[in-house]
């Protein structure tokens, strides 16, 4: 098989992924292998392939690569997220788009009706991450509601229940109207909003008044209408204002509910009044305060229904003009907070916010203009509200000190290291989780209640009547487990838990987790929680968590901005290994990843190298090596090439080792660029069209070799151009014996060749510093030329004598001489002591290109001290865009070196 003239990724990548997956090259048989486990995180079953994936997915799939190649038993767990809001939005859309809705199902029907939409329309990522080229375990699939992690699910929800960590509890939850249920506070986004700040008269009960005579406490707040549901007013323990007033009553206007003055360090005497309304269910510091002036939460008022309507509260205090009336404006119809406003001024308890015109006249308006930071459901888009109700939590507290013991004593290694401070400032103040989800599609919780409300959980519900007694009527409780809830079980529940199977014993704890810092809380830490809880031991040895994929400009992506990057187009335009490198290339540790097409491109101009060196070795007779070992080789520039590819050998596996990707591809990258494409190739050229036969029969043997090096290591940053070399290049010598992704890591058994680097690292540097010097003179490259060499020894001339060849065809450079050279203009290189004198007669105009840089010299010059006086100007560097001044200074240093060059060119001419 001849390869084709042209590189084209779509004709190899298909056919290759297809072959890999059919033949079952990605979990071949190796059960006496070391084990090597990396669980995927789950993709949402409704997602689609997006940057941040790709490089998550990237990452992963070139550490399976190596850890395959390097001959361990290498398993990566795949599988999806059954998303539990994500997916019930889905398909409701499309309930919605047929004039149907959920309400008309009993809850049976929709869950088969969103397993129906799942075997149709779900998983499509699964085929992204493919075209991808992740070498996952697609044979046991894996999805979070499957049989098996179903039957997890339960085990582990019953045993924390049992051993006391997981609870029924009445406390406020972040409140989603739009979706009608809980969400966690991982699910919260916060958006800078316009809003206003209201100030109002809360008047002193029973004719008490302050010490300076007044009788209310002014109150402020930015969301009025919470104040149907208002259970006190809390001041300062130490601030004198209120002092003889705590304990005494205020009478709400509106409720005319009354409720104590209470002092609380939650209120702060330097803002506003000092003074702040308590609204026990609807604020979450307020929840506190209440907790600690004595509310049980059972106590604490309610005025919104599910959807943030206003509805009437325990003690009936809300006026029937504000019942169903929604929390505020929607859909251009006033809610309570503007009936609230307009009541509390009708009654003259509104304080105006006063202000001053351009004019400097005195206006008064309802409420100062704030900017608020307002919460917002990360799916639902609609304001969240804290909201008291009856919910499931986890003791996460109880479950993250051994998870935190983990990290400090190095059973988990957090990398980069810098990441640890904030695993442990979360997971030491961790907050209970809250497991339930008023959803139909997910995990049903295992809990029935009797008609007294007593509970009763069980893995199933005759074991639940068993608990409760024959005769005793049971019902479920109809809410979900959050979705985080099944996926924290995903290094064991995969691997056949709660049974005790050989994949359990082999594979856990997992070896890697490669995660977006982003999913830090979500999941990784709760997998390390549950990990521990019920292994007994951490989930993986290692956390790599990567950064962002941002806009080219370091902004982050968002589809409002319009500029987010879509994967599978830069696969169409550039290829899947292009598209890989580029993440592996651009992923430093600690750092997000700024998107550059243009980058993608270079190294899509990098896999077209490799494939034009690879029809070159081709032409000239150079085929795939019979061996691991490298060849014999006598000849400078074979022993040079094995030292080299021995070299980049130990520094690529320590970098991706230390899981520094970027160190990786860049080390494999210049080997094969620089050292092979660029002067291997070019400096064995004389040798394989020359007269000696056994030097010839020499290089080809090591090409070849080092090109399968080369192949091997690239295999993991770009699997499917290497597969294609792996196979052509072995086309004329009977085919190879096994597909690539399963052949053998590089094991060249070479020792590094100090003389042979030494001198042909000297034959490289001699030959490019006479290219820029004739780049600098402006003389012809295929100009020949003779040194002069002073200051030189017999090894060196030995040397020259060896290389002699290499330096006339490669470096034009066709004889040398140890005698002075002529008199007349010169060009001089230093390279390790010796001078080498070129004699510049002949080959230019000496006057005529003196004249040249002379000219360029001045021109240049005049643009450095232009721009060397704006950045001197003080106005320009403090005013000017921060992307002006950079460039500025971008700009400075370029035309600073170009002098330096031509002032350089000019010397040579003396």
């Known amino acids: ?121 779900g998983g499509a990522i699964t085929g992204q991450l493919r075209r991808l080229g992740c070498s996952m375990d697609w044979s046991n699939e894996r999805f979070t509601m499957d049989d098996g992690m179903n039957e997890a699910v339960l085990k582990v929800f019953v045993d924390l229940y049992n051993d006391g960590l997981i609870y029924r509890d009445k406390r406020l939850v972040n409140w989603d109207p739009s979706l009608k249920t809980a969400i966690s506070d991982l699910e919260v986004e916060t958006t800078d909003m316009k809003g206003n700040f209201w100030h109002f008269k809360y008047p002193l009960a029973d004719g008490v008044k302050l010490d300076n005579g007044q009788d209310y406490i002014e109150v402020a707040t930015t969301r009025p209408e919470t104040m149907l549901a208002d259970m006190a007013v809390a001041v300062h323990p130490s601030d004198e204002r209120y002092k003889s007033v705590i304990g005494k009553e205020i009478e709400q206007p509106i409720t005319g509910r009354r409720f104590k003055v209470v002092e609380d360090e939650h209120a702060d005497p330097e803002l506003g009044s000092g003074a702040v309304k308590i609204t026990p269910g609807h604020d979450f510091n307020d929840f506190e305060v209440g907790k600690r002036a004595g509310f049980a939460a059972s106590e604490m008022l309610n005025m919104l229904d599910g959807e943030a309507n206003v509805c009437q509260s325990a003690d009936g205090l809300v006026p029937d003009e504000f019942i169903g009336l929604h929390r505020f404006k929607k859909d251009g119809i006033d809610g309570a907070r ?67 013991k983990a990290v400090r004593d190095g059973s988990i290694e957090i990398v980069p290291k810098t990441w640890e401070k904030t695993w442990f400032n979360w997971m030491e103040n961790i907050q209970p989780w809250c497991v339930s989800r008023q959803l139909w599609w997910g995990h049903r919780i295992p809990a029935w209640f009797d008609e007294a409300g007593k509970i009763y959980v069980a893995e199933d519900e005759a074991t639940a009547q068993a608990q409760a007694g024959e005769g005793v009527a049971l019902t479920r409780d109809p809410d979900v487990l959050d979705t985080w809830f099944s996926s924290a079980l995903w290094p064991f529940g ?95 540790q600690g750092r997000d990843i700024k998107m550059d097409d243009k980058r993608v491109e270079g190294y899509r101009n990098f896999a077209t190298k490799l494939w034009n060196a690879s029809r070159f070795c081709e032409v000239n007779g150079i085929g795939a090596s019979k061996t691991l070992r490298a060849p014999q080789a006598k000849l400078p520039v074979n022993r040079w090439i094995i030292s080299e590819a021995t070299e980049t050998l130990a520094t690529l596996d320590k970098a991706l080792g230390d899981l520094r990707f970027d160190a990786a591809a860049n080390t494999i990258y210049h080997f094969t660029w620089d050292r092979f494409c660029d002067w291997y190739l070019e400096l064995i050229k004389p040798l394989l069209q020359g007269d000696d036969a056994a030097a010839a029969d020499e290089t080809r043997a090591v090409a070849g070799w080092v090109l399968d090096q080369i192949i091997v ?88 004598e060896r290389q002699a060849s290499a330096l006339d065809r490669v470096g034009r450079l066709e004889s040398f001489s140890f005698d002075p050279a002529p008199e007349g203009a010169t060009a001089q290189i230093v390279i390790d002591g010796a001078t080498y004198v070129l004699p510049l007669a002949g080959a230019i105009d000496i006057d005529a290109e003196k004249a040249r840089l002379g000219k360029a010299l001045e021109g240049v010059s005049k643009e450095a001290k232009s721009l060397e006086g704006r950045l001197g100007n003080a106005n320009f560097v403090e005013k000017a865009k921060p992307e002006a001044v950079e460039k500025a200074r971008a700009d400075l240093a370029d035309k600073s070196a170009e002098a330096e060059r031509l002032r350089a060119a000019l010397a040579r001419l003396g």
């Open 494 to 588: 995969t691997l056949g838990w709660p049974e005790e199977t050989e994949d359990l014993k082999r594979h856990y704890p997992n070896d890697l987790l490669i995660s977006g810092f982003d999913i830090l809380f979500f999941w990784d830490a709760r997998m390390a929680m549950q990990g521990i809880q019920f292994m007994k031991d951490v989930p993986w040895k290692r956390l790599y968590l990567h950064g962002l994929v941002r806009a080219e400009d370091g902004s982050k992506m968002s589809k409002s901005k319009g500029n987010v990057v879509d994967p599978l187009g830069l696969i169409d335009q550039y290829g899947a290994d292009a598209l890989r490198f580029f993440m592996a290339a651009m992923e430093s």
């Open 338 to 404: 503007e009936l609230v406003v307009q009541r509390m001024k009708e009654l003259g308890f509104l304080i105006p916010h006063v202000s001053k015109n351009k004019d400097g006249e005195t206006q008064e308006h309802d409420a100062e203009p704030r900017t608020i930071a307002t919460p917002f459901g990360d799916r639902g888009g609609v304001v969240i509200e804290p909201w008291l109700t009856d919910q499931w939590y986890v003791d996460a507290e109880t479950l993250a000190q051994p998870a935190i």
């Open 1 to 121: 098989m001849t390869l084709d003239k042209n590189f084209d990724p779509a004709a190899i990548e298909a056919r290759w992924y297809a072959h890999w997956e059919k033949s079952g090259q990605f979990r071949p048989e190796r059960g006496d292998a070391e084990p090597f486990t990396i669980v995927n995180p789950p993709p949402n079953v409704t997602g689609s392939l997006h940057i941040g994936h790709a490089l998550d997915n990237t990452l992963q799939d070139i550490i399976i690569r190596h850890e395959r190649l390097k001959g361990k038993d290498a398993l990566w767990v795949v599988g999806m997220d059954h998303a539990g809001i994500a997916t019930q939005m889905v398909v409701e859309r499309q309930m919605e788009e047929r004039q149907d809705k959920r309400t008309n199902y009993t809850r049976e029907e929709f869950v088969e009706k969103v397993w129906e939409w799942k075997e149709e329309s």
């Open 713 to 800: 290591m690239l295999h993991p940053f770009m699997p499917f151009i290497t597969e294609e070399l792996w196979h052509s290049m072995a086309s004329e010598t009977g085919g190879r014996n096994y597909d690539l992704i399963v052949a053998k890591w590089p094991e060249p058994k070479a020792e590094i060749d100090a003389d042979a680097k030494a001198e042909v690292d000297w034959l490289i540097r001699l030959i490019s510093a006479t290219r820029t010097a004739k780049v600098e003179l402006n003389i012809a490259p295929g100009t020949k030329m003779t040194a002069h060499v002073r200051d030189g020894d017999d090894a060196l001339q030995q040397r020259i």
